[in-house]
T-cell receptor, first 115, second 111 residues
């Protein structure tokens, strides 16, 4: 059973550019959540996808968007990058959509630096 | 407005002793409470959880206690081992599947 994988590991972008981060869910998981972790902080919920539909969103602007594919892999897209978008981006897969009791399994994250 | 707080940024204990990590939350509607451990360059790893209908859950060296009246959660590690040195996050969840994390506590277990 493969775990959650993310690509790329590191990324450097310039302010105003667009970025796409990718996540491959753990086998059998139908739900993926994305989190942003700034330095010294805990992860903050961006949004969740369940069976290819957005299924909950945190306090992030619309320039943060996502997709989930039929094989349950996922993308996070960020447009018009700002310096404050520099962070570790984590995806987590789980079973059960909105059910809170299902464990979320995290990938190693993508470190995004915006200059 | 921080809904989940871990007031101790760091904790240092001797190998073999007990580590106690604490977490406070503000909303009594949360249903599930979880602890994650994070090593550098890795994603958070699920450690242990407890639902709001229980006050204690044990898994080997790890025990989580929930005090709903105080809105307080704690993780006890006994005995502590050097390999337990990591950042520990508490997280809470309602019926939305969204995890709300605390800021983390860095645990150092000294040999």
């Amino acid at each position: 059973e493969t775990g959650v994988t993310q690509s790329p590991t590191h990324l450097i972008k310039t302010r105003g550019q667009q970025v796409t981060l990718r996540c491959s869910s753990q086998s059998g998981h139908n739900t993926v959540s994305w989190y942003q972790q700034a330095l010294g902080q805990g992860p903050q919920f961006i949004f969740q996808y369940y069976r290819e539909e957005e299924n909950g969103r945190g306090n992030f602007p619309p320039r943060f968007s996502g997709l989930q594919f039929p094989n349950y892999s996922s993308e996070l897209n960020v447009n018009a990058l700002e310096l404050d978008d520099s962070a570790l981006y984590l995806c987590a897969s789980s079973l059960g959509g909105l059910a809170g009791e299902y464990e979320q399994y995290f990938g190693p994250g993508t470190r995004l630096t915006v200059t | 407005d921080q809904q989940v707080k871990q007031n101790s940024p760091s904790l240092s204990v001797q190998e073999g002793r007990i580590s106690i990590l604490n977490c406070d939350y503000t909303n009594s509607m949360f249903d599930y409470f979880l602890w994650y451990k994070k090593y550098p360059a890795e994603g958070p790893t699920f450690l242990i959880s407890i639902s709001s209908i229980k006050d204690k859950n044990e898994d080997g060296r790890f025990t989580v206690f929930l005090n709903k009246s105080a809105k307080h959660l704690s993780l006890h590690i006994v005995p502590s081992q050097p390999g337990d040195s990591a950042v520990y996050f508490c997280a809470v969840s309602g019926n939305t599947g969204k995890l709300i994390f605390g800021q983390g506590t860095t645990l150092q277990v000294k040999p």
